[in-house]
């Protein structure tokens, strides 16, 4: 795999992250639904260790509901505030402001008592690139691109959005990379679109998601490819051969041939791929609590 990880890139955007967190009161760290393993630093709980998190769980719409929830469990019992949403659509957005409120509701009471009345709530926004971190500002913000007035940071050119009388948020400067620690993570980032398909060959990207799917959601298989079953996998398969049993398979029912009569996997794994990532074959998460 061509991924590399980027660690004098990483050490820049922390130290930017970590001398802007005195300035916010919470830290809204947005990940994608479907990977949230994958979707995220992994060094953002130390950097933000001490602020209060909200989770916002993004493409909830695209993962698996059940999963969702177990997601969301798991989180609050860490002590973090959990929302889920579809950025793209603004399901959940609207509750974003209210459940702010809510995780820091003791510290805007102390805050009245010492007299600071109506002060607004200064949240950071986190999240590594293509979790929709921009579409779900903008959404919050409902496309408000003015700076939120005199705050800290404005004068060195970082991004403070103003929400409404309640709530300024500051976009995260530089880029949160992900941490390409193995092999498979890349591969769900991959899945999802998050980073480009030529990362392997197309073809061996279909085939680990084929064998995936067949062992989390071998239903969806059934009913988006009209198979009556699905191929056994054999003891020695490792995922890429049972994968690409079942690329031919699938490839056979939707009549996808090359000349000389062959299947057209490659065809198959690229279509897999698009009807995976439109949400036409269901809605699944790729990494479950249990595992993580």
């Given at each position: 795999m061509n991924i590399q990880w980027y660690p004098g890139h990483m050490t820049k955007t922390r130290r930017q992250i970590e001398a802007?967190?005195?300035?916010?009161?919470?830290?809204?760290?947005?990940?994608?639904?479907r990977i949230p393993v994958s979707s995220r630093n992994p060094d953002i709980d130390s950097i933000c260790a001490g602020k209060p998190r909200l989770i916002v769980l993004n493409r909830a719409d695209q993962a698996d509901p059940e999963l969702n929830r177990k997601w969301a469990e798991r989180f609050r019992a860490q002590g973090h505030s959990v929302l889920e949403t579809d950025a793209k659509t603004g399901r959940g957005v609207n509750q974003f402001s209210a459940l702010i409120q809510q995780s820091l509701k003791e510290q805007i009471a102390r805050w009245r008592e010492k007299g600071q009345v109506g002060r607004p709530v200064r949240a950071m926004v986190?999240?590594?690139p293509n979790v929709g971190k921009s579409t779900f500002i903008n959404?919050?913000?409902r496309k408000k691109s003015a700076k939120a007035g005199d705050r800290p940071g404005v004068t060195r050119g970082k991004q403070w959005v103003n929400v409404d009388n309640t709530l300024d948020l500051l976009d995260t400067p530089g880029i949160l990379w992900p941490k390409f620690e193995d092999e498979q993570i890349g591969m769900h980032l991959a899945f999802t679109g998050a980073v480009k398909d030529d990362i392997m060959d197309v073809e061996t990207l279909g085939c680990h998601l084929m064998a995936l799917l067949a062992q989390r959601y071998p239903q969806a298989l059934l009913d988006g490819y009209k198979l009556t079953q699905l191929p056994q996998r054999q003891e020695e398969e490792n995922?890429?051969?049972y994968g690409y049993?079942?690329?031919?398979?699938?490839a056979q029912k939707r009549g996808m041939r090359i000349s000389g009569g062959e299947f057209d996997t490659e065809r198959m794994a690229r279509t897999l791929l698009d009807e995976y990532r439109g949400s036409k074959l269901g809605r699944f998460t790729l990494e479950i609590p249990e595992e993580a």
């Open positions: 802007d967190l005195k300035n916010v009161d919470i830290v809204v760290e947005i990940m994608d639904a986190v999240g590594v959404k919050v913000a995922d890429v051969a049993r079942l690329l031919e398979a699938c």
